[in-house]
């Protein structure tokens, strides 16, 4: 089968992103991640409400770990253009998509191949992360569904925190000021726990979406 019949196209945050076989499909939850930086830079997600007090100045660095299609950094971007904003994933496959759709919404955005934080700057004001947390033993899970993204980008090992808690490691010496994560809500708790040994701590949730600080 040719490639190009697997990709198609999908809105994220009112925007139009190429997804193809090498990269998640984005979903609903995620962009709370967006409102959250939305709410951080002092610029409000919803219309007719009040701006929250900025706790970012403009041009704040931000990294986005595992960018897959890259709709997260690309938003960012976008909603906020003043930010300095940086990419990463493990995949150069999914790179190669999150930089077509960078240009394709004319998105000033470094991306970096990298393992996490591997090769990337390791001070930033803000990074998020939609990194892998499913677990296969999940007995709600419609494996079927699933089957048509990559599993890189889908399943993580002990209980799908493997890649979180990785992430956690490597941020702990030298956290961002704001660190904002999907995760489902059942593995919050554990997370939460995780970061605190860390000297971190989880200061809001909103769905699937944690902040975490010093």
Same mark, same amino acid.
């Given at each position: ?11 994220? +945050? ?30 409000? /997600? ?13 041009? /704040? ?13 690309? !938003? ?9 904003? !940086? ?15 960078? &240009?394709?919404?004319?998105? &000033?955005? !470094? ?5 996490? %934080? ?5 001070? +930033? &004001? ?6 892998? +947390? ?19 980008? %889908? ?13 956690? &490691? *490597? ?17 919050? !708790?554990?997370?939460?726990? +995780?970061?605190? *040994? ?14 975490? *600080?010093?």
């Amino acid at each position: 089968m040719n490639a190009n019949l697997q990709n198609k196209h999908t809105d994220f +945050y009112g925007r139009d992103f190429l997804v193809t076989k090498d990269t998640l499909i984005p979903r609903p939850e995620t962009e709370q991640i967006i409102d959250t930086v939305l709410s951080l830079a002092g610029k409000p /997600f919803l219309p007719g409400v009040k701006a929250p007090k900025p706790k970012l100045p403009p041009g /704040f660095s931000l990294l986005d770990v595992g960018t897959g299609s890259g709709c997260i950094a690309i !938003t960012i971007k976008k909603e906020l253009p003043l930010a300095k904003v !940086t990419a990463s994933d493990i995949s150069e496959k999914a790179l190669k998509v999150a930089l077509e759709n960078a &240009d394709n919404l004319k998105a &000033d955005i !470094t991306f970096i191949h990298s393992d996490l %934080l591997q090769n990337t700057p390791k001070s +930033y &004001d803000v990074i998020v992360a939609n990194l892998p +947390y499913v677990d296969k033993t999940w007995d709600w899970l419609d494996l079927k569904a699933l089957s048509a993204e990559p599993s890189l980008a %889908l399943f993580a090992k002990d209980h799908g925190l493997a890649l979180i808690k990785s992430l956690i &490691d *490597q941020i702990a010496d030298n956290p961002p000021k704001y660190f904002i994560l999907e995760a489902d809500p059942c593995q919050h !708790t554990a997370i939460a726990s +995780y970061a605190k *040994q860390k000297h971190l701590r989880i200061t809001a949730t909103r769905g699937f979406i944690l902040t975490i *600080q010093r």
